[in-house]
């Protein structure tokens, strides 16, 4: 009898996690094995239903999947992790490997990519677009005439774009600090240190910016919808 490789889901939204929960479902050899919305929610499920795979989002509410991805890694040093995730790959995809996951993948791809990076990564491998994974191998001349090695956002560190993510979201200084478990001097800190990498001059550019970073793309429609 085939064996089933069991998925974790990890998304804080319902609609998401139920739509690729159907899409697996109906695949051959794959079983989802939980639905979570929460980071302590994921890691109990981790320890309750022992996944071969567990596919997540980077933005999880007010936490950011690249901690959860160090967390899990703490505790399942061997768990494949996939990142599906509308933000853009040449922003997050070598960030997210350097944390710990096996691969990362946009929503916006066709349906069967994100069963084929499932697979992939149950298999013990990388999965990578093509087109990110011809930029990763592409020699650096090349890389850097393409804007791809110098683009501003690659300089901050995971913990600005935490904060990046949480003004996107609408989140005040003090709200940050709370959910980040940081001081409001810290915040403004990273605020700051965001302002001068992205080489913006104020508080309204900073929050103009990061709003537009983290909305989907209107014009790229998540194509597994249509699955």
């Known amino acids: 009898m085939l064996k089933q490789r069991k998925i974790l889901l990890i998304d804080d939204h319902g609609?998401?996690?139920?739509?690729?929960?159907?899409?697996?479902e109906r695949q051959i050899g794959m079983t989802v094995c939980?639905?979570?919305?929460?980071p302590r929610q994921a890691l109990a499920?981790?320890?309750?239903?022992?996944?071969?795979?567990?596919?997540?989002d980077i933005s999880l509410?007010?936490?950011?999947?690249?901690?959860?991805?160090?967390?899990?890694?703490?505790?399942?040093?061997?768990?494949?992790?996939?990142?599906?995730?509308?933000?853009?790959?040449?922003?997050?995809a070598e960030r997210v490997l350097r944390n710990g996951a096996n691969g990362y993948i946009m929503k916006e791809r066709?349906?069967?990519?994100?069963?084929?990076?499932?697979?992939?990564?149950?298999d013990g491998a990388i999965y990578l677009s093509q087109e990110m994974s011809a930029r990763l191998l592409a020699p650096t001349s090349r890389r850097?005439?393409?804007?791809?090695?110098?683009?501003?956002?690659?300089?901050?560190?995971?913990r600005e774009l935490e904060v990046l993510a949480a003004i996107g979201n609408g989140n005040k200084t003090a709200e940050i600090a709370?959910?980040?478990?940081?001081?409001i001097k810290t915040?403004?800190?990273?605020?700051?240190?965001?302002?001068?990498?992205?080489?913006?001059?104020?508080?309204?550019?900073?929050?103009?910016?990061?709003?537009?970073?983290?909305q989907p793309r209107p014009d790229k429609p998540n194509k597994q919808a249509s699955t």
């Open 144 to 158: 850097q005439s393409s804007g791809f090695a110098t683009d501003a956002r690659r300089e901050l560190t995971n």
């Open 61 to 92: 509410g007010d936490y950011s999947g690249l901690s959860l991805i160090k967390d899990i890694r703490c505790r399942r040093e061997d768990l494949p992790i996939l990142v599906l995730s509308m933000h853009d790959e040449n922003l997050y």
């Open 45 to 56: 499920a981790i320890e309750a239903q022992t996944p071969d795979v567990v596919v997540l």
């Open 34 to 38: 939980g639905e979570v919305g929460t």
């Open 178 to 183: 709370q959910t980040l478990h940081i001081s």
């Open 110 to 122: 066709a349906a069967e990519e994100v069963i084929a990076a499932i697979n992939k990564v149950a």
């Open 15 to 24: 609609v998401v996690r139920r739509g690729l929960a159907q899409l697996i």
């Open 187 to 214: 915040v403004e800190s990273h605020r700051a240190n965001i302002k001068r990498k992205l080489g913006l001059s104020n508080a309204i550019e900073l929050l103009q910016y990061a709003t537009r970073l983290h």
